[in-house]
C-alpha cells in the first residue's frame, strides 16, 4: 500500500483559502471552493485494478489527480487543467525562517498537517556565524513545536534526504521551494517545484494552486558505452534541445534505453531537467527502480548487529515495495502506469548509444560540447567541484575515485566491489587545482567511506567540506575568483553563481571533473593513459543522435499566468489596480537571464537585508551599474511608483520577506503609474526558486516585467507577490533588431552575457518609454517621436486581486480575517 497521510485541521480552516484566485476555467473554482473531509485515521491511497475507462492520461496527469482536492467525481486530469493539489510532502532547506515568518503574518498558528511539512537545513552549513546559528536555532525549534520532521545542518542536501528518507517514494506528489525538486522523478514520484509564500500555505491549509504542465514524452534508446554517464545525457540535452522545446513542460522518459540506466544517473538526470527547463522530469516504475528499493529496505534492516530487529521505517518498509512490484504487471488502465494513448504536446527521442562525454558550458547549460572538441583546446582548469544534490552520491564518488586509482574505465555501483577496497593512488589533484569534495548527505559519505573511495579522494588531494550545498550555491569555502575557471559536477554553471561574474563555470560527470583536477585541463580519464590511442573519431560523428518525433502544441509553454488573461482583447479592471502603466525602459537584450543573475546567491540567505538593500543588488550578476541605472530612471519621473511594502518598510517591520498587506483600501494605487519597466528576452528568470528575484525588482521600483517568455517559477514568484509579468515576443524582437548593432553578432546573448544594458540614459538612445493599457491589451513603445504598437494579453482579476492585495500572501490573510470574523 502506498500511504496518503491523513489531512488535520478543523473544518474551518480546511476551506481553501484560494476561493479568489480562480481561473478562467471550471477546474480550479471548483478546487477552490470545496471543503475535504477530514479522516479519523492515517489513510492509505491503494491502486484499484479493474478500474472503469477513463479517458487516457499520462503518469503525471494520473499522480496529480490522486493528490488533487475538490474535483468532481467525473473530472480526468488533463495537460493545462488549474487544480488545488494536496501534495504528499513540501520541503523547505535554509529558506524555512522566511516561509515561518510569511505563515506567521497571514495569522496561522498550527500546521495544518504536520506529517506534511519536512525541514533541512542544508544550503548554507558553512556559516558558523550567530546570526545564521540562531536562524538554525529558531527553525529547529519552530519544527519541534509543531512535530514537523527536521534534518539539521551536516545531515546532507534536502532533495538527497527526501530520497534516502523515502519521503520522495513513485506514484506520490512532493514539492519543495526550491528549483530542484525536479530530482523526485528519478524515483518516479512526481516532484515539483513551489516557492516560499506557497509553502507558507500549505503549512497552513495543506494545500495550493498548480497548472499542470503541457506533457513531454522523452524517448531514450540504446545503451550507454563505457564511460559515459547519466550526467552527459542530460548535458546533452540540454544543448541538442536548447531553443526552450521542453520550456515549462513536465517530461515523461521512456524508452528501452531507460533499463540501462541506474538509479543514481535517473536522479541527475531528473535534477537537472530544472536546467533544461522544465517543471517536472518523472522515470517510469520499473524492475531496475523496485530491486533498488529492496536493496534500500535490505540496509534498513540491518542497522543492528544481532538481537531483535530494528523498527520498522516508517516510509521504506517491505509492504510499501512489495505494492510497487504488484503494479509492474497491472495493465495501464488500472494503474498509474501512463495509458498508451496519452496525450502529449511534444515527443522527443535521443539515442545512448551515440553519445560521448559531454560538458556544459562555460556560463551555460544549454552550450553543450562533446568533450573530445574541448580536449583539444586545453582548457586550464583552477577548481574541481564534486559536490551538490546532482552528483555527489555513493556511485558518483567511486567513479571520481575510480580515476586516482588510475583505472582506464572508472565505474560506478554497477560493478562489483571487493570487501578490501582497493586503496591504490595512481594520480593526485595537480599542484595548481585546488578539488573540492562534498557527499550529498552524511549517509552518502558513511557508505562511500566503508567503501573506501572517500579515503582515496582525501589523500589524492581532495578538499573536504560539510555535506550541503556550498559552492553549488555559491556559499561558503571553495568559489571562484575573478577570472578563474572552474569545472564541477553540479547542475549550474550561470554567470557568477558559484563565485566571481568574471570566472567561468563548466559542468562534467565526476569522472570528468577528476581526471581535469588531476591534469590541470578539461580532459577524459583517458588523457591520463600515456597510452591511450586517439578517439578515433570523426568531431562530426561527435554529435549524438537525436529527433523532434512529434510536435502537437506550437506554444512554448503552458504557463503559470496563462489563465490570467481572457480570450478578449479588453478586460475588466479591478479597481484600484492600474489601467496604465508607463515609464522609461531599460532593455536587457538577453535570453536565459537567470535568477541568479537578478538577484546573487550569496545574498539569498541573508535574511537581514532590508528591501531598499535588495533593490541596491538587484541585477548585479547581469551588470553591477544595472541598479543605478534604475535609480536614475526612476529620478526622471515626478512621481514614481514604489511598492507599498517599500514605502512603510521603516515604520512596520525589518523583515523583507512579507509582503502581506491590510485589506487593499488602504493600498494607495493610482490609475496611473508611473516607474521604470523592464524588457528582456525569452525565458527570464530561468533558474532557482528564490523568491528575492522577484521581490527585489520590486523593492527597485519596477512593477512590471516584459518578456519574450519567462520561466514558470519566476512567474510564479511574481504572481504571489504582486509583480506583473507580460508576454510580448514582438516587442522583444522589434527591440532586437532596432539595436542590433549594439549586440555582438547582432543577436540577444543566450545568458547573462556581457551585461549590456539599453535605455535612454546612454548616448544611443535619446528616448526611450512604454506606455502599458492593461485593459485594452496594447503597449504603445516611444523612441524619440516615433510610436511602435503592440498587442499582448493581459492579466484577468485573479492577478489583479493578488497585486492589490499585495501578493498571496496579503491574499491569504484577508481570507482568514474574513474566516475569523465570521466565526
Known amino acids: 500500500m502506498i500511504p496518503r497521510r491523513a489531512c488535520r485541521g478543523s473544518p474551518t480552516l480546511r476551506r481553501s483559502v484560494y476561493t479568489k484566485i480562480k481561473s478562467s476555467s471550471s477546474q480550479l473554482a471548483a478546487a477552490s471552493s470545496s471543503q475535504i473531509p477530514t479522516p479519523s485515521s492515517r489513510e492509505y491511497a491503494t491502486i484499484t485494478y479493474g478500474a472503469s475507462i477513463k479517458p487516457p492520461q499520462t503518469v503525471i496527469e494520473k499522480v496529480v489527480e490522486r493528490y488533487a482536492v475538490g474535483l468532481s467525481p467525473e473530472h480526468v486530469v488533463q495537460a493545462g487543467d488549474y487544480v488545488m493539489i494536496r501534495p504528499e510532502h513540501v520541503m523547505t532547506h535554509d529558506n524555512t525562517g522566511p516561509v515561518i515568518s510569511k505563515f506567521q503574518s497571514i495569522g496561522a498558528t498550527s500546521i495544518h498537517n504536520s506529517h506534511q511539512p519536512v525541514f533541512t537545513l542544508d544550503h548554507d552549513v558553512q556559516n558558523l556565524s550567530q546570526a545564521n546559528l540562531a536562524k538554525y536555532s529558531k527553525i529547529e525549534a519552530f519544527a519541534r513545536q509543531h512535530q514537523i520532521d527536521f534534518y539539521p545542518a551536516g545531515r546532507g542536501i534536502g532533495h538527497q534526504i527526501l530520497i534516502e528518507e523515502g519521503y520522495a517514494f513513485p506514484y506520490t506528489l512532493t514539492v519543495a521551494s526550491d528549483s530542484h525538486s525536479n530530482m523526485y522523478g528519478g524515483v518516479g514520484c512526481v516532484g515539483t517545484p513551489i516557492v516560499r509564500t506557497d509553502a507558507a500555505a500549505l503549512w497552513a491549509t495543506g494545500k495550493t494552486w498548480w497548472q499542470i504542465p503541457r506533457m513531454i514524452r522523452v524517448e531514450l534508446k540504446g545503451k550507454l558505452r563505457a564511460g559515459v554517464t547519466g550526467k552527459d545525457v542530460i548535458v546533452a540535452l540540454c544543448g541538442a534541445f536548447g531553443k526552450d522545446e521542453v520550456l515549462n513542460g513536465a ?464 512567474k510564479r514568484n511574481a504572481i504571489n507577490n504582486g509583480l506583473i509579468c507580460l508576454e510580448c515576443p514582438s516587442l522583444v524582437e522589434y527591440l532586437t533588431s532596432t539595436y542590433s548593432t549594439q549586440l555582438e553578432g547582432g543577436k540577444r546573448s543566450a545568458g547573462a552575457g556581457s551585461g549590456v544594458m539599453i535605455s535612454n540614459t546612454g548616448e544611443i538612445v535619446s528616448e526611450l518609454s512604454l506606455k502599458v493599457n492593461m485593459a485594452e491589451g496594447v503597449m504603445m513603445l516611444s523612441e524619440g517621436k516615433e510610436e511602435s504598437k503592440f498587442s499582448f494579453k493581459s492579466v484577468g482579476t485573479s492577478v489583479q486581486e493578488l497585486w492589490i492585495c499585495g501578493g498571496l500572501e496579503g491574499l491569504v490573510l484577508k481570507e482568514l480575517k474574513e474566516l475569523k470574523a465570521a466565526a
Not at 591511450?532 to 560523428?541: F, M, N, Q, T, V
Request: aromatic share 6%.
Open 251 to 714: 517530461i515523461e522518459f521512456c524508452g528501452e534505453g531507460v533499463e540501462s540506466l541506474s538509479v543514481e544517473e535517473r536522479l541527475t538526470i531528473a535534477n537537472m531537467t530544472t536546467e533544461w527547463g522544465a517543471l517536472a522530469g518523472v522515470f517510469p516504475l520499473d524492475k531496475t527502480l523496485v530491486n533498488y528499493y529492496d536493496g534500500v529496505v535490505d540496509k534498513l534492516e540491518q542497522r543492528t548487529f544481532g538481537g531483535p530487529p530494528p523498527p520498522e521505517h516508517p516510509r521504506l518498509n517491505r509492504a510499501r515495495v512489495h505494492s510497487l512490484r504488484q503494479t509492474l504487471s497491472a495493465p495501464s488502465n488500472s494503474s498509474l502506469a501512463s495509458d498508451p494513448s496519452a496525450s502529449y504536446a511534444l515527443r522527443l527521442s535521443f539515442d545512448l548509444s551515440s553519445l560521448v562525454p559531454h560538458v556544459s558550458g562555460p556560463n551555460s547549460v544549454k552550450v553543450a560540447t562533446p568533450l573530445p572538441k574541448l580536449e583539444d583546446r586545453s582548457v586550464k582548469v583552477d577548481k574541481a567541484y564534486l559536490v551538490s544534490c546532482t552528483n555527489s552520491r555513493v556511485g558518483d564518488l567511486k567513479s571520481a575515485a575510480d580515476v586516482f586509482r588510475g583505472y582506464k574505465t572508472p565505474s560506478a555501483l554497477t560493478s562489483s566491489t571487493s570487501d578490501f577496497p582497493d586503496s591504490t593512488i595512481k594520480h593526485r589533484v595537480h599542484p595548481s587545482v585546488q578539488f573540492y569534495i562534498a557527499a550529498a548527505s552524511s549517509v552518502v559519505q558513511a557508505e562511500s567511506q566503508a567503501r573506501g573511495d572517500w579515503d582515496v579522494l582525501v589523500r589524492a588531494g581532495a578538499k573536504v567540506l560539510p555535506a550541503g550545498c556550498g559552492p553549488c550555491i555559491g556559499l561558503g569555502v571553495g568559489l571562484l575568483e575573478e577570472g578563474e575557471v572552474g569545472i564541477s559536477a553540479t547542475n549550474r554553471n550561470y554567470k557568477g553563481r558559484m563565485g566571481h561574474p568574471n570566472a567561468q563555470a563548466y559542468l562534467a560527470s565526476p569522472a570528468v571533473v577528476a581526471a581535469s583536477a588531476v591534469k590541470g585541463i578539461i580532459c577524459s580519464p583517458d588523457s591520463l593513459d600515456p597510452l591511450r590511442p586517439e578517439h578515433g573519431k570523426s568531431l562530426e560523428a561527435l554529435e549524438p543522435i537525436y529527433n523532434i518525433i512529434e510536435s502537437t502544441s506550437t506554444s512554448a509553454s503552458l504557463s503559470a499566468s496563462s489563465e490570467l488573461a481572457p480570450s478578449t482583447t479588453s478586460i475588466e479592471i479591478m479597481p484600484p489596480f492600474p489601467t496604465q502603466i508607463s515609464g522609461p525602459v531599460l532593455f536587457l537584450p538577453a535570453d536565459n537571464i537567470s535568477t541568479d543573475a537578478i538577484y546573487p546567491g550569496k545574498y539569498t540567505y541573508q535574511d537581514s537585508i532590508s528591501r531598499s538593500q535588495m533593490g541596491e543588488v538587484v541585477l548585479e550578476n547581469y551588470s553591477k551599474d544595472a541598479s543605478g541605472l534604475l535609480k536614475t530612471l526612476r529620478s526622471s519621473l515626478l512621481e514614481p511608483w514604489v511598492h507599498p511594502a517599500t514605502a512603510t518598510e521603516a515604520s512596520t517591520t525589518t523583515d523583507t520577506t512579507s509582503t502581506a498587506q491590510e485589506p487593499p483600501t488602504t493600498i494607495p494605487s493610482p490609475t496611473n503609474l508611473s516607474a521604470p519597466l523592464l524588457i528582456s528576452g525569452f525565458n527570464f528568470g530561468t533558474g532557482s526558486s528564490r523568491e528575492q528575484a522577484a521581490t527585489s525588482l520590486l523593492a527597485a521600483g519596477v512593477p512590471l516585467v516584459v518578456a519574450g517568455s519567462f520561466g514558470d517559477i519566476f
